[in-house]
Each structure stands twice: as structure tokens, then as C-alpha cells.
């Protein structure tokens, strides 16, 4: 069979098309239908990593999770993952493909769209209901001759679609009644309805609103969607951290400074720890809003030595440093654990024109960059150590790792990763100072193993009641779900997905 679709696009970027498309794929799970998520191309240094090693964007693996599903390479074909302003790595089908400047891509676009059309095609033919998401706005004129993730999914599948617009940023009709006159008339018949995303306060407020949209639109409003606050959900991209607002620094609280880098990658490794009770969480962009944490947090990032230049750059490099010699706790998960060591060799120049770079000198290792990218799911141990890691020892803990470089540790390894990709390996990974305060890793998603994160807690002061990470994220889950499906005119949505 062939399944049926529903499309998602958005009046911009930003407007809650993932968050959305998961939340319908949690609801028709829920219904008993076989769903499963697509999104033909994502932009975002946010990535997951799928049981075969291949990667996908984050947001889809999310939408695969609401819809009970392992993530898989054809939920998400193609995912960029920008290096500069203007220079991205592609990832065909998980795998790194090229690494082209913007105005190569689009010479290539007719290539990628032969993979999107087939992972898509491969979908349909193994599901009920496929829920598609789009890419920024549909109506972005100068770039629809290349498309190949909006309305060119939309007219190749026959799909109906839902326009989203974000009424918080303002401008809600221009937005939605807007994107709508800027499509082609039979781009604008595939539009089957409007949603009007992240409302605050009574919808009723809002019924002359959407008695104007649908009289100019000519097109109905299945719902005006309200504000969710304090979903424990990932993020499709770095516009959530940009965006992040400076919590109040209560003394009673444990304030983490996570460093803003510029190619800041899977930052969602630290959403577990901002939703601890008793737990602040900022990100830091220069030195001046360094302040007086209790630890620090250095990220991953899609190109390392540009983003340590960068920590140079703004001082934040300095304040780290004396920061760790103070006796402050620091930790560096993938790039940022490179960056902790002594040095970063790059012979191949696969990130840099430099081919020895010094690092911050926090931890007693040397990392030298691979052609070859490593990109698996991983569980592994955590070994005796010295300071709060004996505490921590023997606990298990699983993650995923997505890095170019292999680090060379001199000393004793506190991880040792026991199985990647379903195969049992016997590799140590990690490193840590004569402390145990400074350390870092590859394991992105090591925080979200509870016992590990509550031990590094405690080892800061910390005295919360733990929270289970799993818990809170099928418990968002479900309020997505239940919450959207509460605003939406389901029986509308139905006759539109069955009906077509």
C-alpha cells in the first residue's frame, strides 16, 4: 500500500513545524495508525545518530520517538550541517557525502532529490500515515526553482498541507495570508488548512482573527495552538540557544554556564540538567556574562579549532582557564573536549589550513583529526577515578558519538565503551584531571543517564531530588500531544488526511 500524507510547512523558520509534526505523530500512534516522520532536508548542527551509525536530524529522530519508531536514515535523507557562513557539510542518506560552498549545493540539488523522492517512496510503502515536515517558508521566491523539501514534496507526493504561522513574533495575518499569495495557484490548492501556533492566553480572544483569516485565505483554521512552556524536549537548531533567556542567578541554585559557541552542536546534551529542580542553566557568549559559575560546560561543535580561535578571541578561553585553576569544575563533551587538551593536530586539514593548533591545556591529551567521521550509538562504563568519579564507577551509561578526531589520553581513562553499534568493543574514551573537576568525553547524551548526572550534581553541591530523564521526556510527550490535539479540529484534520 501507499501510505497517505500530511504536510507541514511554515510561514518562516522557527514557527513549531517539528514540534507540531512530532505532536501528530504521538496522536496517530496513539490512534493505533502505523506513522512515521519525513523531512527530505534539514539545516542544523543538531544531529542523532540511528543504530546503524547513519545521521539524521534531531527533530526527526524526536518525531520518530512520539511515533514509537527507531529512528532511520529515511526519515531524514539529506541533513546540512554548516561549518562557516556559506560552507556546510552534506549528509546523504547518514553518511558525509560533500562539503560544498552554498552556491555548489544548488547545483547538486537534482541529485538529492532522487534520494528525497525514494526515502520517501520507501516510507509510503511500509507505513499508514507519513507526516511530513517542510523547511523555512514555501514562499521564499528566489529559491523555489532549486527546491526539493516544500512544495516539491508537497505536489510530488499530492500531499495536503497545513500552514503554520507563529502568532508570538507578531504579524500572524501577513504571515499566513501572506506565504498563501506568494504561492503558485496549484501550490495554493494543496493548502488544506491554517494553524495558528504558540498563542498565549484565551483562544476566544482570538475568534475574529481567525473569522479574517479564513474569509481572506479562503482556507479553514484547524486551531490556534496555545504557548507550551516546560516541555523536556530537543530542539531542531541553535535558534533556541541564540534565543535563550538569562535565568535569575539564585544563590540557592547551581549555576552552569554552557559556552555559546558559534558552531555550537547537539546542544540538546544538556536539557536533562536545566530541568533539574535547583539547577540554572545559561549560555555564555563572552566574557563579561562569565560571572561566578559553579561549572562549565564546553559543547560540541561542528568545526573545533575555529571555535577555540573564537574562545581566544573573546577572552572566554582566559576566563576558563583561571576559572579550572581556581579549583572551578569544567567539562568538554566532543569538541570541547578536544579543546581541553594540550594540542589539536590536523596533518589532513580537514577542519584548519593549520596543522598544529594549542589547546586550553586543562586536560593531559592530543587529539589529531581523521578523514574519516565516527558516528555510532554507544553504552560504556564508567571507571574508578579520582574525585567525584568513584563515586560514579561501575554505573553504566549510553549516548552516541559524532566526531572527526581520535584523542590520544596520557594517563588513565575514566569511560571505556563496551558496545557501538550493537558490536561489543573494549575502547576507553574520556579523560579527567588529578581532581576529577576538570574532565570531558565523546558521548554526547551522557547527561541523560540519570545516576551519572545526579553524581556529577552532587559532586558540585548540589542537593535535589533527582529526576528521571525518560520519565520527563514521554511525560512531554504526552502533554504535546493532549495539547495540540485538544486545539485541533481533529474531525477537519481527518476528512483531510483519509479523504484525499
Known sequence: MTAKTLMLQGSSSSVGKSLLSAALCRIYARRGVRVAPFKAQNMSNNAAVCADGSEIGRAQALQAAAAGLS??????????????????????MGRPWQTLEARTYYEKKAILWEYAR???DRLRASYDLVIIEGAGSPAELNLTRGDIVNMAVARYAQSPVLLVGDIDRGGIFAQLLGTLWLLQPEER?????????????????????????????????????????????????????????????????IDIAVLSLPRIANFDDFDSLRAEPGVSLRYVKMAAEFGSPRAVIIPGTKSTIADLDWLRQT??????????????????????????????LDPGRVESTRTHVPGLGLLNTQT????????????????????????AAGQPVEGY????????????????????????????DGAANESGRVWGCYLHGIFENDAFRHAWLESLGWK???????????????TLAESVEEALDMQKLEEIIWEN
Open 315 to 344: 577572552g572566554l578561553a582566559d576566563a576558563v582557564v583561571k576559572f579550572a585553576e581556581n579549583g572551578g569544575s569544567v567539562v568538554g563533551i566532543c569538541g570541547g573536549y578536544q579543546m581541553l587538551g594540550n594540542a589539536i
Open 464 to 478: 535535589g531530588v533527582g529526576t528521571s530523564r525518560q520519565q520527563m521526556f514521554e511525560a512531554s510527550l504526552e
Open 189 to 253: 490548492a494543496l493548502v488544506r488548512g491554517l494553524l495558528v501556533n504558540k498563542f498565549r492566553g484565551d483562544p476566544s480572544l482570538f475568534e475574529d482573527g481567525v473569522c479574517i483569516l479564513q474569509e481572506k485565505g479562503e482556507v479553514p483554521v484547524l486551531g490556534v495552538i496555545p504557548y507550551l512552556k516546560g516541555l523536556s524536549l530537543p530542539d531542531e537548531d541553535a535558534v533556541s540557544v541564540e534565543n535563550a533567556p538569562v535565568p535569575a542567578l539564585e544563590p540557592s541554585r
Open 118 to 120: 525514494s526515502a520517501l
Open 71 to 92: 529512528p532511520s536514515v529515511d526519515m531524514n535523507p539529506i541533513l546540512i550541517k554548516p561549518e562557516g557562513d556559506s560552507r556546510s557539510q552534506i549528509i546523504l
Open 368 to 391: 589529531q583529526f581523521q578523514v574519516q567521521k565516527s558516528t555510532c550509538q554507544a553504552r560504556g562504563l564508567v571507571r574508578a577515578g579520582n574525585g567525584w568519579f568513584q563515586i
Open 401 to 428: 558519538e559524532i566526531h572527526m578526531g581520535e584523542t590520544t589520553v596520557n594517563g588513565e581513562s575514566w569511560l571505556e565503551i563496551v558496545d557501538r553499534n550493537g558490536q561489543s568493543v573494549q575502547i576507553l
